[in-house]
């Protein structure tokens, strides 16, 4: 079993970002995304995570931190160390997208304070 994890802060409260955290991955799995945000699309669903946990921190007014852990099996095949490396990077690449869906939505519905 492999684990891969990673973080990003955004500029959003952490209740904001804890909400949009479950559209996010919801949208990622059922591939509806609205207008404008197609290019958004997550590969979350595609992981084949067996377990997983994502942690919310407050990090002051407006700011949060969005911590993932995803464990995995590879698929047997002949090279698991690439394998681990490429559900590092689309876990690092979802989270960047996550942090511009975050932001967009947040602007969209005037979420700071």
Same mark, same amino acid.
């Given at each position: 079993?492999?684990?891969?994890?990673?973080?990003?802060?955004t500029?959003?409260?952490?209740?904001?970002?804890?909400?949009?955290?479950?559209?996010?991955?919801? /949208? +990622?799995?059922?591939?509806?995304f609205p &207008?404008?945000f197609? %290019?958004?699309?997550?590969s979350?669903?595609?992981?084949? #995570?067996d377990?997983?946990?994502?942690?919310f921190a407050?990090?002051?007014?407006? /700011? +949060?931190?969005?911590?993932?852990?995803? &464990?995995?099996e590879? %698929?047997g095949?002949?090279?698991?160390?690439k394998?681990? #490396?490429r559900?590092?990077r689309?876990?690092?690449?979802?989270l960047?997208?996550f /942090?511009?869906?975050?932001?967009?939505r947040?602007?969209?519905?005037?979420?700071?304070?």
């Open positions: 079993m492999s684990l891969v994890t990673g973080y990003i802060d500029d959003v409260p952490v209740s904001f970002a804890d909400r949009e955290w479950r559209e996010f991955v919801g /949208r +990622s799995v059922f591939d509806r &207008e404008g197609e %290019d958004l699309r997550s979350l669903a595609d992981l084949d #995570a377990a997983g946990r994502v942690v407050d990090l002051g007014p407006n /700011r +949060s931190r969005v911590s993932v852990e995803l &464990e995995y590879s %698929d095949g002949a090279e698991p160390g394998q681990a #490396a559900a590092q689309e876990l690092d690449g979802d960047r997208k /942090r511009e869906f975050v932001a967009r947040c602007d969209q519905e005037l979420c700071r304070a």
